[in-house]
């Protein structure tokens, strides 16, 4: 109860800055705050990032290569002369030819070389072709990722909207029943300065009444706490005093739930995400087999080279490279038999999951049908105690009922309007929740 009391005191002290916020303003707002959407989508960029780097591998790669050497403590070359000797049909022997000699300038030598190489892959089994399939498919995984990281934000969103508009509501009937009874009360305290009745009818009443301000009270503090729940959600202050703008449909209608099982098969993220999976395990089978195919490139290559004033030429080459794997040691085999495994896990869980679908659906669709009756069971159940609280109202005032009896009255028409308050907000969830089911949101 001093808790209670503190935390009342505690905003009433610290007032908030009011904002209105309709439920598509606050899904948005959510949306655009929520960090685990913000990673979902950096992992989509980061997929379409690896798509266009497998994009590349079809085109050819060009490298440049460059080095420079300098040789400080190096000196001039000489070559002293020398008699030339004879050739082999003239006998050995020295000539009556002279060398004289001569100097290499290779004092403090400088080396440059450079060199462009352009490689392109000719054929490589086809592991290019299916490293871009695969690419690919792990763009639409990570698409359907945070299209299902939406859904489950949305349907927190709504549901703390949902249940702020709720109680919302029930402060405003615990307010009015607060007022219900103060009214009586003072009714009753004029007759009992008349003594028409006994002190016991009016402090029966003093304390419906105090408990009535006790639940009051807590309904205050429990709505402050939701508005808390529903900032952080939505990224703002908690001190914000957010205004619900929108109120639960009294009239509710019942979705069209034919055909909902086919539906969320077709729909539902987790199913193409595991689908998705299970395509990747079958490029990556078929890329084992590519890695054991023959392997053809080709190469365009320039190379320049100078060597001081010695050397100065540059010289341009043409070449290929064929690899044909022969004899491995049955690992072609192994992996196949690994990757044909993780195929076959992919479907099962795929299966698993379909069936886990068809069964979620089934029950959102029983909650959905029990909501929409529970909401019909409130509103008779409402108009009924209103009528009753009327009639024994009005028997109270000619004094054919009891106190006992008008408070019994009143409490019964205070908890018929709760329970279609709380109905009327648990259908709205139900509702996307059952959007969510379909993989619609």
């Known amino acids: 109860m001093d808790n209670l009391l503190r935390m009342d005191r505690f905003c009433t002290i610290y007032p908030a800055q009011k904002k209105p916020l309709n439920l598509e303003e606050t899904r948005n707002l959510a949306l655009e705050f929520n960090k685990s959407l913000k990673v979902s989508a950096l992992q ?52 009556n030819a002279y060398f004289p000699g001569m100097t290499l300038e290779t004092e403090k030598l400088s080396i440059l070389e450079a060199g462009v190489t352009a490689q392109q892959a000719i054929y490589a089994g086809g592991q290019v072709r299916l490293g871009n399939k695969m690419a690919s498919t792990g763009v639409e995984i990570s698409e359907q990722a945070y299209q299902l990281k939406e859904a489950e934000v949305i349907l927190n969103t709504d549901q703390a909207y949902w249940q702020l508009a709720a109680m919302n509501e029930t402060v405003k009937l615990a307010e009015k029943y607060v007022q219900m009874l103060d009214s009586l009360e003072d009714q009753l305290k004029d007759m009992y300065e008349l003594s028409l009745v006994p002190k016991s ?24 706490i939701m508005q808390m729940n529903l900032c952080r959600i939505i990224g703002l202050p908690l001190s914000t005093d957010i205004e619900i703008t929108e109120k639960v449909n009294q009239n509710p209608i019942l979705p069209d739930m034919s055909n909902s099982t086919e539906k969320a098969l077709a729909g539902r993220q987790e199913l193409k995400i595991l689908d998705g999976q299970a395509q990747l395990s079958d490029y990556q089978k078929k890329m084992v087999n590519a890695a054991f195919l023959p392997q053809l490139g080709a190469q365009v290559a320039y190379q320049y080279s100078q060597y001081g004033d010695l050397y100065d030429d540059g010289l341009v080459t043409l070449g290929a490279s064929l690899s044909i794997p022969i004899f491995h040691w049955g690992e072609k085999k192994h992996k196949k038999s690994a990757a044909q495994a993780r195929i076959e896990q992919a479907q099962l869980n795929l299966s698993d999951s379909q069936e886990l679908v068809q069964l979620e659906v089934q029950q959102v669709m029983i909650q959905l049908q029990e909501g929409y009756e529970s909401i019909l069971w409130a509103q ?62």
């Open 380 to 441: 008779k159940n409402k108009q009924e105690a209103q009528e009753s609280l009327e009639e024994t109202q009005a028997s109270y005032e000619v004094g054919l009922n009891t106190t006992t009896d008008l408070l019994n009255a009143q409490a019964s028409w205070q908890d018929a309007y709760s329970q279609e308050i709380k109905a009327l907000a648990n259908f709205q969830v139900l509702k996307t929740r059952y959007q969510k089911a379909l993989g619609l949101l």
């Open 44 to 95: 989509k960029v980061e997929a379409e990032a690896q798509k266009k780097e497998a994009f590349t591998n079809y085109l050819p790669r060009i490298d440049a290569s460059g080095s420079a050497s300098l040789m400080p403590t190096l000196e001039n070359i000489g070559i002293p002369g020398f008699q030339l000797p004879t050739g082999p049909e003239a006998g050995a022997g020295a000539s």
């Open 201 to 224: 009818e009016k402090l029966r009443v003093t304390v419906q009444k105090n408990d009535a301000e006790l639940k009051l009270l807590k309904a205050r503090n429990g709505y402050r």
